[in-house]
């Protein structure tokens, strides 16, 4: 049974014109609410088991995010690969077995519950819908039936955005503000400056982020406001130092 507050949520998502006048941020805030969470993350399918993050509340979903990103594993990655919910009611305890890396910083989250549940229409896998909480716990019966109903009416709005007769259905086409735009400019520098595939310019991107101890966001931005320039592995060790024109 879906709950009153999630089912006016729901109704927004479902108008054929959209919900007009009311901001992604503010629809993700009061969802979050509905659902008795501290936070809450959206991510669609870019291809293959990559995504992108549209949608995020400030603090700790997105510290979360943040973390699985430079990390590159979680209960988000694991849920777009297997395409099954995946829950975490005690993420201390979890991660550890499940997220080696993630269950090393796990204590120090403002996270200590995350719930992931699959966008996906059949086989077709359109994104995750990713719940946290400061404090640990499973999710009554009445939350999880809000969850799923959420993520299926989010999966048709995204889906929504393209023209049926599209080939090739990416979702992300029509959005304008992707939450890691910063990443992908970043990692696109820094193939460039240090002469690797992007694959392996994110790698030395995450590895930087992880060892400094900052979010990999705040890295890419200093990185693409060229406050921050990284040296080949193995020059001075991989350390930084700032960015400095040449003549």
Not at 181 to 194: E, F, I, K, P, R
Request: overall charge negative.
């Amino acid at each position: 049974m879906i709950s009153d507050a999630m089912a006016e949520i729901l109704d927004l998502l479902q108008a054929p014109e959209g919900p007009r006048g009311v901001a992604d941020a503010d629809i993700a805030s009061a969802a979050a609410d509905a659902l008795a969470m501290d936070g809450l993350a959206v991510s669609l399918v870019t291809g293959g088991d990559r995504t992108e993050l549209v949608w995020c509340t400030d603090g700790p979903a997105r510290e979360f995010q943040d973390l699985q990103l430079t990390l590159g594993e979680g209960p988000e990655p694991e849920a777009v690969r297997t395409g099954a919910m995946v829950w975490a009611p005690d993420l201390a305890q979890a991660g550890g077995r499940r997220w080696p890396a993630l269950g090393m910083e796990a204590p120090a989250l403002e996270a200590s519950a995350v719930f992931c549940f699959p966008m996906v229409i059949g086989a077709i896998k359109v994104g995750v819908l990713t719940a946290v909480r400061r404090t640990a716990g499973p999710l009554t019966e009445g939350q999880a039936d809000d969850a799923l109903a959420l993520a299926t009416a989010l999966t048709v709005r995204f889906l929504n955005r393209e023209a049926p007769q599209s080939e090739g259905l990416n979702p992300l086409d029509s959005l304008g503000d992707l939450q890691h735009a910063v990443v992908h400019q970043a990692t696109g520098m820094l193939s460039v400056q240090l002469a690797l595939s992007l694959p392996h310019a994110l790698l030395r991107l995450r590895a930087h982020a992880y060892s400094s101890g900052r979010s990999i966001t705040s890295i890419s931005k200093d990185i693409v406001d060229r406050r921050l320039r990284l040296d080949h592995p193995g020059n001075g060790e991989g350390a930084s130092e700032p960015f400095a024109d040449k003549d």
